[in-house]
């Protein structure tokens, strides 16, 4: 198992992208969490097979069709969160 965090700039609040996130990464079979950010930004932290953790990478540099990705930054994930099983909206 890997796992990758992802911060997700551009026009990614209240165009559906957590959602589009929560439908893409149990299609992977991956387990994580979504949220919203204060500065305007999503953060995707997962956890699966590597192959999985890149198709959810490319998925969110595409987002979905009312969002307009800037960037997107990978980082590695802190030690001390808890990665859900299953993929959850926080």
């Known amino acids: 198992m890997a796992?990758?965090?992802f911060l997700v700039r551009g026009r990614v609040q209240g165009v559906g992208f957590r959602w589009f996130v929560v439908?893409?990464?149990e299609g992977l079979g991956l387990g994580?969490?979504?949220r919203n950010l204060p500065d305007g930004a999503v953060e995707v932290?997962?956890?699966g097979t590597p192959q999985a953790l890149e198709a959810l990478e490319r998925a969110?540099?595409?987002g979905p069709t009312m969002a307009h990705v800037d960037g997107v930054?990978?980082?590695d994930v802190p030690h001390d969160v808890r990665i859900p099983n299953r993929f959850e909206i926080h």
């Open 3 to 5: 796992a990758a965090r």
């Open 23 to 25: 439908r893409e990464a």
């Open 32 to 34: 994580g969490l979504v």
């Open 45 to 47: 932290i997962a956890e």
């Open 60 to 62: 969110v540099r595409r």
């Open 73 to 75: 930054e990978k980082l």
